[in-house]
């Protein structure tokens, strides 16, 4: 089983993650959020993964810290799961459809962080999160585990349907490039021979 255990604490924020990679998509998320939890909620559904995490911060500033450190926790607890990385298909994508929104999601898990974030709101909060900071929790991740990823939205009216549609899609993606081939016979999926 691929799992990882980290906790992260700063001046500014406290979390702590348990991940299993091969999990069924069971979660336990306490985030003060509620829509982030909402969101890392509908990440682990659709990716299978199992995720235990608990989150506090410092709110009365600003959610940046918070939702930024939750986003490089979640990095590193899945870069430290996935350990070599042979025979994982390294890649993967999801093209999510929700009501009148769509997003696209790709992922690839190559040792080198980029992010492209394509995404606008309508509004500053959708519930209790601030839409500003949804391109920094994506870069947080992606610096941390080391992988290329997209976040595109060409559709969509409601931001909810938006935003959710962005973290099923993101599920998909990682479960996809996070699995396992058999016809890969445990290598590494580079012809590098090193991510």
Same mark, same amino acid.
């Given at each position: ?21 091969? *999990?069924? *998509? %069971? ?13 890392? &909620?509908? @990440? ?9 995490? %608990?989150?506090?911060? /410092? ?8 939702? &930024?450190? #939750?986003?490089? +926790?979640?990095?590193?607890? @899945? ?15 999801? +093209?999510?459809?929700?009501? &009148?929104?769509?997003? !696209? !999601? ?19 909060? #959708? ?7 949804? =391109? ?9 585990? *080391?992988?290329?990823? +997209? +976040? ?6 409601? /931001?909810?349907?938006?935003? &959710? ?12 490039? #996070?699995?396992?081939? =058999?016809?890969?016979? *445990? ?9």
């Amino acid at each position: 089983m691929r799992k990882a255990k980290i906790e992260r604490k700063t001046k500014e924020t406290d979390i702590k993650i348990e991940l299993n990679i091969d *999990g069924s *998509g %069971k979660y336990n998320i306490k985030n003060p959020v509620g829509f982030l939890t909402h969101s890392l &909620e509908n @990440f682990a559904k659709h990716g299978l993964f199992d995720i235990k995490m %608990k989150a506090t911060g /410092d709110l009365e500033a600003d959610q940046h810290h918070l939702i &930024e450190d #939750c986003a490089i +926790v979640l990095g590193q607890a @899945f870069k430290k799961a996935l350990g070599d990385k042979k025979g994982i298909n390294r890649a993967g994508y999801f +093209v999510y459809p929700m009501d &009148e929104a769509l997003a !696209v !999601v790709a992922v690839d898990i190559s040792g080198r962080p980029y992010l492209q974030f394509d995404a606008k709101f309508k509004r500053r909060f #959708c519930g209790d999160l601030d839409t500003d900071l949804l =391109e920094d929790f994506f870069y947080g991740f992606a610096a941390n585990l *080391g992988a290329n990823l +997209v +976040v595109r939205m060409p559709y969509g009216r409601n /931001d909810h349907h938006k935003i &959710e549609a962005i973290f099923k899609a993101f599920g998909k993606a990682m479960k996809m490039a #996070c699995s396992k081939d =058999e016809r890969a016979k *445990g290598k590494i999926p580079s012809t590098k021979g090193k991510i």
